[in-house]
C-alpha cells in the first residue's frame, strides 16, 4: 500500500470573481522509504498539494489517501487527530516555541496525542538523538543555530511512531551547506523508513531525492528520477 496516493486531485480557490486552479488533475503515489520532491515556480501548487496530504486542507475533486485512507472521508476531528499521530510538518520558517526547552518542543505532539509526559520525553530525547542533537534536550531553541532549529523541527515531525514528514521549503532559510546537511538527514530518515514528501526551489535539494516530481500552473507536467551517484552520495 503507497503511504501517500493522489488520484485525479484538484482544488480550487475562490476570491470573488476570480477562481484559480491551484491544483487540477494530480496523480501520484509516494511508497515507503520514498524521498519525493516537489519543484515549480512560486504559485504552481506545491504547498497546495503539502496542505491536502497533511489534511490542512481539502480538495474538491479527486482522492487524497494516506496509508490507504481516503482523507476526504473524515470528519476534521479525525484529520486533526491524524496530523498528531501520523503526518509531521517542517517549514521554511523555524517554528519552534522559543519558550519551550527543545525536548518539549519535540514532545508536544505526543502530548497532544495523549501520550502520557514521561515516555514523551523519553521519544522526544530517542527523536532528538536520532538527528543529531544528542544531550541537548534541555537547551532552548535561540541558543542553538538555525540549521539545529531546522532539525529540531524535523525530530518533532518524526517523533513516536509518525514517518510521513511534509516539508514546505525546508532549507529556504539555511544557506547552501546547512541545507546539504538538512537534505542527507532527511534522505537518512527515508533510507531508515520514513516518507519525505519536500517541496523546493533549488535544484540541489533534489539530487537527494528517489523522485522529482515538477509542477506547472497546479498540473503534474513530469517526474523525473535523479542520477544514482547523488542519491548515494545523499545517503550517506
Ligand atoms: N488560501 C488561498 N486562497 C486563494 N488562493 C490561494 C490560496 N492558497 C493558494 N492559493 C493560490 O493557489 C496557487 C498555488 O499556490 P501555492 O501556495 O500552492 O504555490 P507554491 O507552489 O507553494 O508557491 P511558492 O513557491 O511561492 O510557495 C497560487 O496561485 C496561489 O495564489
Ligand atoms: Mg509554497
Known sequence: MPVVELEGVARTFTSGDAAVRALHGISLQVGRGELVVLMGASGSGKTTLLSL???LDRADAGAVRVLGEDLGRL????LARRRLTTVGFVFQELNLLPELTLEENVSLPLEGAGVPRAAARTAARQALAEVGLDGTARRYPDEISGGQQ???AIARAVVGDRRLVLAD????SLDSATGAEIMMLLRRLCDAGATVLLSTHNPANAAFADRIVHLKDGALVRIEQPPAPARREGAQ
Request: glycine letters at 22%.
Open 53 to 55: 496530504v497533511g489534511g
Open 75 to 78: 470528519p476534521e476531528r479525525q
Open 150 to 152: 531546522q532539525r529540531v
Open 169 to 172: 521549503e525546508p532549507t529556504g
